[in-house]
């Protein structure tokens, strides 16, 4: 069997590391742009959901969140209804850095496509989305507390 999953990995991380030196200058480290994205993306989201969204682990969120809330890139507020719940919104910082990120997103989107058709692209992204698929039930198995039989 082919082992697809170490190739989706060398991806993953080589352009984690490219968006990590490019986000430097903007004070954003070790992948807090994705936080930031999907925060941007949806203003008001929980960060049980955003967790869930990015497929980290809540410690490992709330510690992006943090972060990301200390440098002044997001806001949290309390919902209306529930005082337990902290919304999540971007700042003027934070919405001002969006579109650098967006578009370093679309370029890399578009340099990793290079030389696929329309097809291609369309068959890719859907297996893709298969793969996510069947990974997210072991994800949501394992988060639970359970173990996995190799």
Known sequence: MKDVLREIGMIARALDSISNIEFKEYDLTKGQYLYLVRICENPGIIQEKLA?????????????????????FIDKR??????????????????????FIKKENDYSNMKALVGF?????????????RVRKNIEIDWEYVKKGNKRNY
């Open 78 to 99: 309390d919902d209306k209804n529930n005082q337990k719940i902290k919304k999540l919104y971007p700042t003027e910082k934070g919405e001002n850095v969006y579109p």
């Open 117 to 129: 058709s329309e097809s291609e692209i369309e068959i890719i992204s859907n297996l893709l989305q």
């Open 52 to 72: 869930e969204m990015i497929k980290v682990d809540r410690t490992t969120a709330s510690r992006a969140i943090g972060k990301l809330e200390i440098n002044g």
